[in-house]
Nanobody, 124 residues
Framework: QVRLVESGGGLVQAGGSLRLSCAASGRTFASDAVGWFRQAPGKERTFVAAIRWADNSPYYGDPAKGRFTISRDSAKNTVYLQMNSLKPEDTAVYYC?????????????????WGQGTQVTVSS
């Protein structure tokens, strides 16, 4: 059974940093993409960042540009999202996803396997 497990969320003050992890079991990320999305209460899910495993190409959504960095550890089959200069508006549940069935990495509908999410709360 394939599972994605996110970790690293928590409570942080504005301006602080967190590193989220997305670890896979039962499946490798090879030849696939891994995306990070977030959803705040009452808001739609939004694309944060993604990485294509084959060429290590990163992609960033507007919330992440200039502040977040996505990376991978092939040996650990894990993807990280380093989040710096956090703002209260970054507060959300963050999900990682994989098994991309479409060309675009930014659309959540293209991913078939999702983690359970990790809460990130940024206080002002």
């Amino acid at each position: 059974q394939v599972r994605l497990v996110e970790s690293g969320g928590g409570l942080v003050q504005a301006g602080g940093s967190l590193r989220l992890s997305c670890a896979a079991s039962g499946r490798t990320f090879a030849s696939d993409a891994v995306g990070w999305f977030r959803q705040a209460p009452g808001k739609e899910r939004t694309f944060v960042a993604a990485i294509r495993w084959a060429d290590n190409s990163p992609y960033y959504g507007d919330p992440a540009k200039g502040r977040f960095t996505i990376s991978r550890d092939s040996a650990k089959n894990t993807v990280y999202l380093q989040m710096n200069s956090l703002k209260p508006e970054d507060t959300a549940v963050y999900y990682c996803a994989t098994y991309l069935v479409r060309d675009s990495v930014v659309a959540g509908e293209g991913y078939k396997i999702w983690g359970q999410g990790t809460q990130v709360t940024v206080s002002s």
